[in-house]
Structure formats: C-alpha cells, structure tokens
C-alpha cells in the first residue's frame, strides 16, 4: 500500500518537508516512489504537484492526517 506522507529535510531547528508517495512499510527517510511536493512550516509555504497527487489518490493512496491538512489547507481537495 502507498501513502502520501511527510519526508523531513533541512537542518537543525529549520526543518522543510518533502511530500513523498512512499510504500507504507519503509521508514520515514526511507527511499520514495515519487517526491509531490513540499511543506515549509516555517514560511507556512506549500508547493504541489497537483497531477501527481490525483494520480497517486485515484491509484489508491491514502494521505497521512498531517498531509491531509496540508492538502485542505492548499484546497487541493476542490479539485477533485
């Protein structure tokens, strides 16, 4: 099964995270089927791959809680 989860980057006290189509069984830095996008918490900035995104949801994927905010948040749901 594939989730839509957060994958942490950046350095200490300054993290970003990638959005990542990830096999559920790997760990979080664990190796990604695709990078859709990213999250920056502090800048509170979103960037998504919108087509990439849909595909993954309509193969089947579930987004974590905290994705699933983030997407509501960047209204990538009204797309649907």
Request: charged share 35%.
């Amino acid at each position: 099964m594939v989730k839509l989860r957060l994958k942490r980057c950046g350095r200490k006290q300054r993290a970003i995270y990638r959005i990542v189509a990830i096999d559920v069984r790997s760990r979080r830095e664990g190796r990604d089927l695709r990078r859709v996008g990213f999250y920056d918490p502090i800048k509170n900035q979103t960037y998504s791959n919108v087509p990439a995104i849909l595909d993954f949801l309509e193969k089947g994927a579930q987004p974590t809680r905290t994705v699933h905010d983030i997407f509501k948040k960047a209204e990538l749901f009204k797309e649907l």
